[in-house]
């Protein structure tokens, strides 16, 4: 069964500062691993997509790598906004389901 | 493009009573999928399915039913609500196994 775990919980950061949000996976037979931003009382916003066979993914401010070997995703998030306040979610993908982490916290603060 | 609906967006029952949360995607995807999420417990799937006609049980399947009469449609049924079936649920949607899955803004529900 896949476990997928967030370190940490929760993180606050100074406005302007990179983020460094983490995730680990069990099993690394996976399709790809995908990153999402859940806002309070809100849907999940897909951010990164990293299909099996690539090591990272890039979009704006986000970078995504991934590393099937040491069942290991790190997401980038360059020069912190308060609006990058949410929680992420990342998710490890097979051919029918997604296995969640529960989650990091963030907290930008102006 | 609406994406993937869901209705209602809340909903309180009580102990006992049935109901169906409703799913509906305009993106013709063939996999389409409810997860519930707890705090703390992050998210889990209770059924999918494949395309038309096809459904499976996740890792929490009981206390509900799923069918998938049209690609578009995937309702959930609560057959006799629980207490620990308050949870906020999600549905969700992609084209196969190796694509992005967009979800739905959730319907928040309440057994007393």
């Known amino acids: 069964k896949q476990e997928v775990t967030q370190i940490p919980a929760a993180l606050s950061v100074p406005e302007g500062e990179n983020l460094v949000l983490n995730c680990s996976f069990t099993d690394s037979a996976i399709y790809n691993l995908q990153w999402f931003r859940q806002d309070p009382g809100k849907g999940l916003t897909s951010l990164l997509l990293?299909?099996?066979?690539?090591r990272e993914q890039t979009s704006g401010r986000l970078n995504a790598s991934l590393d099937k070997s040491s069942g290991r995703s790190t997401l980038y998030i360059a020069a912190s906004q308060p609006g990058d306040s949410a929680t992420y979610l990342c998710?490890?993908?097979?051919?029918?389901?997604?296995?969640f982490g529960a989650g990091t916290t963030v907290t930008v603060r102006a | 493009n609406a994406g993937v609906t869901q209705t209602p967006k809340f909903q309180v029952l009580k102990t006992g009573q049935s109901m169906t949360l409703q799913c509906a995607q305009d993106m013709n995807h063939e996999y389409m999928s409810w997860y519930r999420q707890d705090p703390g417990m992050g998210l889990r799937l209770i059924h999918y399915?494949?395309?038309?006609?096809?459904?499976d049980q996740g890792e929490v399947p009981n206390g509900y039913n799923v069918s998938r009469s049209t690609t578009e449609d995937f309702p959930l049924r609560l057959l006799s609500a629980a207490p620990s079936q308050t949870s906020v649920y999600f549905c969700a949607s992609r084209f196969s196994g190796r694509d992005e899955q967009y979800f739905g803004p959730g319907t928040r529900l309440t057994v007393t």
């Open positions: 998710a490890a993908v097979d051919d029918y389901k997604l296995s």
């Open positions: 399915s494949v395309g038309a006609g096809i459904t």
């Open positions: 990293i299909q099996s066979s690539q």
